[in-house]
């Protein structure tokens, strides 16, 4: 028997927190309401989600800083922000602290259930990704990269992380502060260093190919070309 999917509820609104909570789970979803942020990641690090569904705008900690120090934790997890906000700022600021959607208040629990369907489908996709690099295969979720009939090379987490993302762009640029905001969570001086460090690593690993490259766009950011 498949366990349920397990989903983080962090909504200080009691009734739509109840009502979100109610109809989530007669869909057959394992639901762990908090009201507040400092209690929501509490409950994160005490028994890691499925998804998350954060409201923004909640006391102790909001979802937006919530969201932040998750993503320290796990790059990987489906977090849907929930607001009332609409400026398209607030949008923006979001996705780039490592948010996946993003549904404004009032909304309907069908497309709140789509949503994370949506998401929880392109979340195994990514784990169980084996991905083709030129002559490179890239197994995602095992940190492997293979280069023809070679044993794997083995990546860090981080390693993993910032090739999947440049795969994602593959032959298109991508902007480092973009890249900088979602792995390192900060597109400051030392920050911008470490992720350099990193594409020479990667540029290293890549180099039995001469077809895969790792561009650097002066004053945008990087391409890999495959």
């Not at 993003?102 to 949506?118: A, C, D, G, T, W």
């Not at 979720?141 to 390693?159: A, D, G, V």
């Not at 979602?182 to 001086?189: A, N, S, V």
């Amino acid at each position: 028997m498949d366990k349920p999917i397990k989903i983080l509820l962090a909504e200080d609104e009691p009734s739509l927190g109840q009502i979100v909570k109610e109809s989530l789970e007669s869909k057959g979803y394992e639901v762990h309401h908090c009201k507040d942020g400092l209690a929501a990641l509490e409950q994160f690090n005490k028994e890691e989600p499925d998804v998350l569904v954060l409201d923004v705008m909640m006391p102790k900690k909001d979802g937006f800083s919530l969201a932040k120090d998750i993503r320290k934790e796990n790059p990987i997890v489906p977090i849907i922000f929930l607001t009332a906000k609409s400026q398209t700022q607030d949008v923006v600021e979001g996705f780039q602290l490592g948010g996946n959607d993003y549904l404004k208040k009032p909304f309907s629990m069908e497309e709140l259930i789509v949503r994370i369907q949506n998401l929880l489908n392109q979340s195994r996709l990514q784990e169980d990704a084996k991905l083709e690099i030129g002559a490179f295969v890239f197994h995602f979720k095992q940190q492997q990269l293979i280069y023809k009939q070679e044993s794997p090379q083995m990546l860090t987490h981080r390693e993993s992380e910032l090739l999947f993302h440049l795969y994602q762009h593959r032959n298109n640029v991508l902007d480092r502060s973009v890249i900088l905001k979602k792995l390192w969570q900060d597109d400051d001086f030392f920050s911008a260093r470490s992720m350099d460090v990193f594409i020479t690593k990667l540029r290293k690993k890549l180099k039995k190919d001469p077809n895969v490259q790792i561009i650097n766009v002066r004053g945008y950011g990087y391409k890999l070309t495959c």
